[in-house]
């Protein structure tokens, strides 16, 4: 049964989510870098790379993800910044599923979705 789940989704593959519309605001910034430890006073103003998984998730949610179970996880992330990111951008990020395969763990098998 999972191989045919996973050939569902691997068939939306390339497949873009809804766009993800937020805007850079301080306070989220600030709790941001204060969550990760990270005292560079850059980010008062321009956001670290990893800020977007807070702001604007483009993770989707697959009906064949549920029904494979709880061994899958989110693989990864990639961005393209085409310029840097500053507090009172307004933000739009759209995910796409890029790869989805499985893996034998010594659990059982795990399924990597890469968005």
């Known amino acids: 049964m999972s191989r045919q789940v996973v050939e569902r989704l691997r068939a939306r593959i390339g497949v873009a989510a809804p766009p993800s519309v937020a805007t850079v605001e301080a306070g989220h910034l600030k709790r941001f870098t204060d969550a990760i430890g990270d005292p560079n006073?850059?980010?008062?103003?321009?956001?670290?790379?990893t800020f977007l998984v807070a702001l604007a998730p483009v993770s989707m949610h697959?009906?064949?993800?549920?029904?494979?179970?709880?061994?899958?996880?989110?693989?990864?992330?990639?961005?393209?910044?085409?310029?840097?990111?500053?507090?009172?951008?307004r933000i739009t990020a759209t995910g796409r599923v890029a790869d989805v395969y499985e893996?034998?763990?010594s659990s059982g098998n795990l399924l990597f979705i890469i968005f």
Not at 41 to 49: A, H, I, L
């Open 41 to 49: 006073p850059r980010w008062k103003s321009e956001v670290p790379p």
């Open 103 to 105: 893996k034998s763990g």
């Open 62 to 89: 697959m009906a064949e993800a549920v029904e494979y179970g709880k061994g899958w996880l989110n693989g990864g992330n990639r961005f393209e910044y085409l310029e840097p990111v500053t507090v009172g951008d």
